[in-house]
């Protein structure tokens, strides 16, 4: 672990090559659930961990698809947690005369309820790597959408607006942050505190960049990571910065551990390196961010952050990285609550594209998700890794032809695994599918 650095420079020039180059990586899933097993089980290491003695087992079933009450067109999905064997699924769908709605739907064992709406609007900012999302804390629904702000390509906020009623009402929508610079503010992450009804949020904050969200590619000023928490009167406290520098666009990510929130991020350094680093609250404070380090050096931000998850103090970190031009997805795991992480496991490499996710289907194991892409298809690939770094089989969730598509995700809610995907095309849809975990 190394502790990042508190005086970096920004380079003079940035180049945008590999920004397109990686754009272009995104795909497109179909709804083609069903298993792939690859032939032989795999081990890596991870913090020196023995490998298990005994032979682990699959506790992840096969998928099958959940019906959305989605219209065409619908795009940009997110899933998490609610309650137990139950899942919150929000999108944005085409509205007419250029508006768009935000919606979600409750699903469960016995499939999707109705289509709720949380807000409809013609300023939203849409966009396939920034998207809105919805969680439960504790009763009270938090949501949250990227709105325009200004005329620049990049110029909007992050509002978020709370329901007390299970989603059948609103409240009006606040802005998070308080800078009111015309500037990219976006790539939000939530998640439920330990205080019943109060979510801890993360974003991207460009109120140091110039040219009122002109492009990514500013003439100056870095991209910020800030953090804030929100009541369910929508009471903002606590809003801090905890790092001065980091990747433009990329996924930020945040888990609740037993002794506070954790973040995980794409940092950015003076000499382009774009490693992942970890922030934690610990004992009142947030700590320096730590690096998990690959030495990734990039000229421009490659659009694929990292995930995490948590049970208890037990932490998985999953990232993608194409450092010493070597594709691969990784993933590392804490013990302490993300003070320290063991060695990085290469859990898929070759034709790993990245846009990964993470969560915990048992005490010692999670799942990860994340693209591949051989030339002729992509696919939507999970593997369960435990956490002494035993590999099991590779799992094929869907096929499709390539193109650009979102970021799948995924979550864990009692004994059930949700997967939720954007399928691009003639009319672009998306999908859910879910499996039974056997704890």
């Not at 309650?83 to 064992?109: M, N, T």
């Amino acid at each position: 672990m190394i502790l990042a650095t508190s005086n970096r420079e920004r380079p003079r020039h940035a180049a945008r090559s590999f920004f397109l180059h990686v754009a272009a990586m995104a795909f497109v899933l179909s709804c083609a659930c069903r298993y792939e097993p690859a032939p032989a089980r795999q081990r890596g290491t991870s913090g020196g961990a023995p490998a298990a003695a005994a032979v682990a087992t699959r506790v992840v079933g096969a998928f099958e698809d959940v019906a959305l009450p989605a219209a065409s067109g619908a795009g940009q999905p997110h899933v998490a947690p609610s309650g137990v064997d139950e899942a919150l699924v929000s999108w944005i769908e085409p509205a007419g005369e250029g508006r768009h709605a935000l919606k979600f739907a409750r699903v469960d064992q016995r499939g999707a309820g109705e289509a709720r709406l949380i807000a409809s609007r013609d300023d939203f900012f849409v966009n396939f790597a920034d998207f809105p999302s919805i969680v439960d804390a504790n009763g009270v629904l938090f949501a949250h959408w990227l709105q325009k702000s200004g005329k620049g390509t990049y110029a909007y906020d992050v509002r978020l607006a709370a329901s007390r009623d299970g989603g059948a009402t609103w409240s009006d929508s606040i802005v998070v942050h308080d800078d009111g610079v015309l500037a990219e503010h976006g790539f939000a992450s939530l998640v439920p505190l330990a205080k019943p009804g109060t979510i801890g949020l993360v974003w991207l904050d460009g109120r140091n960049m110039t040219g009122e969200g002109a492009g990514h590619d500013h003439a100056g000023g870095d991209m910020t990571l800030r953090y804030a928490e929100v009541d369910g009167s929508l009471a903002v406290t606590g809003a801090t910065e905890l790092d001065s520098r980091t990747c433009e666009c990329c996924t930020t990510a945040i888990a609740m551990t037993a002794t506070g929130p954790l973040v995980a991020f794409r940092d950015r350094t003076a000499d382009e390196i774009r490693d992942v680093a970890i922030s934690r609250f610990y004992a009142g404070l947030w700590h320096t961010p730590s690096f998990i380090a690959d030495g990734w050096k990039i000229h421009g931000c490659p659009v694929n952050g990292p995930q995490v998850d948590a049970h208890g103090n037990a932490v998985a970190v999953a990232w993608f990285t194409i450092a010493h031009e070597l594709p691969r997805v990784r993933l590392a795991f804490s013990r302490d609550g993300g003070a320290t992480f063991g060695a990085p496991i290469d859990v898929a490499s070759a034709s790993a594209a990245g846009y990964v996710d993470v969560a915990f289907v048992s005490d010692g194991q999670v799942a990860i998700t994340w693209l591949e892409d051989d030339g002729a298809q992509a696919r939507l690939m999970l593997r369960e890794v435990l956490t002494d770094g035993t590999m099991l089989p590779v799992t094929t969730i869907a096929t499709t032809t390539r193109g650009r598509t979102g970021f799948p995700r995924l979550t864990v809610s009692g004994k059930s695994i949700f997967v939720v995907w954007n399928e691009k095309g003639e009319s672009p849809r998306i999908h859910l599918a879910r499996a039974i975990v056997a704890h």
